[in-house]
């Protein structure tokens, strides 16, 4: 059935899901009020709903956030940490400051140079949730975050505005223009550390 493909072609959360339903409900309500003929479908059409959204708060769970443990944090930091190419320095950094500062994806891509004060081991981030600039620590008691950016800016040579430039593509990726690299991005970064990440 059509109405069955648009409600589960994607997995998406409970709320998601009950508001594509409403919108629906809401679409044929208008088409039978305007066309008697459409009562019938209607009715038939709104008993398959109602059954569709109790079998999905049975079957499907909103998803749960948690934060990391410590050994689960361990790993993902350890995973680029001795690779030296580009790629794998950017990325140490991506998962460092996720990590040791809490950064949302949108504020990480975003993130200058500028914006990074070294000394006390501070990022000020100039639009974060609700367009609101914060000053955020680096919580990493080794330092190696930071030991990390700064091999970072080292290797883009001192002359990107960028810490997360766009980078060329291939298995000597390189540094690109300096525009900020995209969200999907930092997503890919996270989802190949969780996989490589000893378990």
């Known amino acids: 059935m059509v109405l069955r493909a648009i409600i589960h072609e994607a997995d998406v959360a409970k709320t998601a899901r009950q508001n594509r339903l409403s919108h629906i409900r809401k679409l044929l309500e208008l088409l039978a009020i305007g066309h008697g003929h459409y009562r019938q479908h209607y009715n038939a059409v709104k008993s398959f709903l109602r059954v569709q959204a109790n079998d999905g708060d049975k079957s499907r769970a909103e998803r749960?956030?948690?934060?990391?443990?410590?050994?689960?944090?361990?790993?993902?930091?350890?995973?680029?940490?001795?690779?030296?190419?580009d790629v794998?320095?950017?990325?140490?950094?991506?998962?460092?400051?996720?990590?040791?500062?809490?950064?949302?994806?949108?504020?990480?891509?975003?993130?200058?140079?500028?914006?990074i004060?070294?000394?006390?081991?501070?990022?000020?981030?100039?639009?974060?949730?609700?367009?609101k600039e914060r000053v955020v620590a680096i919580v990493d008691p080794s330092e190696g975050t930071v030991q990390a950016l700064q091999s970072l800016r080292h290797a883009q040579g001192g002359?990107?505005?960028?810490?997360?430039?766009?980078?060329?593509?291939?298995?000597?990726?390189?540094?690109?223009?300096?525009?900020?690299?995209?969200?999907?991005?930092?997503?890919?970064?996270?989802?190949?550390?969780?996989?490589?990440?000893?378990?």
């Open 159 to 199: 002359s990107y505005t960028h810490v997360f430039p766009s980078m060329t593509r291939g298995r000597t990726a390189t540094w690109a223009a300096d525009t900020p690299t995209v969200d999907q991005t930092a997503m890919r970064v996270v989802s190949q550390t969780a996989k490589r990440a000893p378990q």
């Open 64 to 85: 749960v956030k948690r934060a990391l443990n410590p050994h689960e944090a361990t790993a993902l930091l350890g995973v680029w940490r001795n690779d030296t190419s």
């Open 88 to 115: 794998g320095r950017r990325n140490d950094v991506m998962i460092s400051l996720l990590v040791y500062a809490d950064l949302r994806r949108s504020e990480l891509i975003a993130l200058r140079w500028s914006d």
């Open 117 to 131: 004060n070294f000394e006390d081991m501070t990022i000020t981030v100039r639009r974060g949730k609700g367009d």
